[in-house]
């Protein structure tokens, strides 16, 4: 049962640091103007191709083209993962004594609540 309750709480903090990291990358185009971290960001490439105005010119488009399908497909990863913990959730639960399914139940709060939090914070940022 210890095995059961550490493996959901591996698998809860894995979906959160990866839910958390995509929204305070602000849809892959918040603080660093990019995708995921500056690997595509246009600072970057400006800096480490140094890409002159005109360059800048024709690659931003391509940058900016590219965002929202990037975004799409990261928003239905997320989405498709939150459905896959939240099956194995229910499929964990009836295992568990009712004390266990008390702490489970908390555990599963905490999760939500951090789900909210992050959806706030990420139209906060948005706005």
Partial sequence: MKRNLLTFAAIGVIALAGYAF?????????RHDGW????FAMG???KALNLTAEQQ?????LVDQARPQIVAI?????DKTHAI???TMSQIRPILTSDQQKKFDDL??????MRNAMQELHSAMAE
């Fill in 44 to 46: 970057h490439l400006t």
């Fill in 85 to 87: 913990i939240d099956k």
């Fill in 36 to 39: 995921h971290g500056q690997r």
């Fill in 74 to 78: 990261h928003k239905d990863a997320m």
């Fill in 108 to 113: 599963q709060k905490a999760r939500q609540d």
């Fill in 22 to 30: 995509a929204q305070s990358q602000n849809g892959f185009g918040g």
């Fill in 57 to 61: 010119s024709k690659v931003q488009p």
